[in-house]
């Protein structure tokens, strides 16, 4: 018995913003695509060497902004298949699957933290503007993120601290400053409100693998910690590195 195939649409790029040296991300438009949720992914397609690859993409845009973006790394020493999407031009179409992702905001009245690493903010940075269109039952959002290269979408994150008092954006460059910043966050939130807050995490599976164990280090529960499926129950998204794993935060 044959697999049910796959809904894909196709989008068509209309827009490459470079970030930084490394960082860069690809705006797309599609007349069949138009709605998706924060936090949700899909499978970006592209030929290699005359073979279909498809990787997982998170999506950084929600619908009413009108256009669909992917935020990744593209460095010197890059996979073939990130090789390929770098060479994407303006008007190029490709193929994507359809969206879908449990890495929702719980609006159960409860505060919720959101920690990622490297581009992971990629996926954050949806669920932030899930929360900034609408504030329902979440009493506070905190996102801490760490990245040695930079700080992607910071003055965007901070213009949203400056409008709105219960929410804060916190960018560090080492780990190190990263536990410190989040448990100094976990111990303010824990003295104010009443509910524990929902942890989010999002990154590398060594990021994830870290933060999840201190965090029950110091007394989270599974129930309370959300990752995006990169890792699940310790285990991996099964990606290669030559195959240029994109889940999730597209991270390599």
């Avoid at 965007?156 to 709105?164: I, Q, S």
Wanted: glycine residues 8%; positive net charge; aromatic residues 10%.
């Amino acid at each position: 018995m044959s697999s049910a195939v796959t809904k894909r649409y196709s989008i068509k790029l209309i827009n490459i913003i470079k970030h930084n040296n490394e960082t860069f991300s690809f705006d797309f438009k599609s007349s069949k695509l138009k709605e998706w949720s924060e936090g949700d992914s899909s499978k970006i397609f592209i030929s290699i060497k005359g073979q279909e690859v498809g990787k997982k993409f998170s999506y950084t845009t929600l619908p009413y902004e009108s256009h669909i973006r992917f935020t990744t790394r593209i460095r010197m020493n890059r996979s073939e298949y990130k090789d390929q999407l770098s060479k994407l031009k303006i008007g190029d179409t490709i193929e994507i699957t359809e969206p879908q992702g449990n890495f929702k905001l719980l609006r159960e009245k409860r505060p919720i933290v959101l920690l990622s690493n490297g581009v992971g903010i990629a996926a954050v940075r949806s669920l932030i503007k899930a929360y900034q269109r609408n504030k329902s039952n979440i009493p506070i959002v905190v996102q801490i993120n760490v990245d040695s290269t930079g700080a992607i979408y910071k003055s965007e994150f901070d213009e949203l601290m400056n409008k709105t008092s219960h929410f804060s954006s916190y960018y560090t460059s080492h780990r190190g400053e990263f536990y410190k910043r989040l448990d100094h966050e976990i111990q303010k939130i824990v003295s104010a409100y009443e509910e524990d807050p929902y942890l989010y995490v999002v990154g590398s599976d060594n990021f994830v693998s870290d933060i999840i164990r201190h965090l029950k280090d110091v007394g989270f529960l599974d129930c309370d910690i959300i990752t995006d499926a990169h890792v699940s129950s310790g285990g991996s998204c099964g990606c290669s590195i030559s195959g240029g794993c994109g889940c999730g935060a597209n991270l390599i």
